[in-house]
């Protein structure tokens, strides 16, 4: 099993940043497996369906990103801490929502967090 405990979220005017962080733990989680994993963020605004918005791949570090957040989105990990984190900055209003972290050892995401809301005003 995997745990997976987002914060960081908050309001912020439009322009603004902020990061988001998920710690993950658990006993299917460890520096032996986490090698395996696949870290994601996913957001889901009011009325819309959840959609992806970036993802890190823990054994090298490669990352993907959604057209939308590109350039103004950054994800990283920190291996000692077993937190990742999606940096967002430039933030818009149409980035409002809540933002899920997500792991996958294959090839869909099977853990989720609790999510983490996230408020841009005009």
Known sequence: QVTLVESGGGAVQAGGSLRLSCAASGRSFNVVTMGWFTMGWFRQAPGK???????????DGTTDYANSVKGRFTISRDNAKNTVYLQMSSLKPEDTAIYYCAAASSSQYE???????????S
Not at 49 to 59: I, L, T
Not at 111 to 121: A, E, I, L, N
């Open 49 to 59: 369906e959840r959609e992806f918005v970036a993802q890190v791949r823990w054994r």
């Open 111 to 121: 853990y989720w967090g609790q999510g983490t809301q996230v408020t841009v005003s």
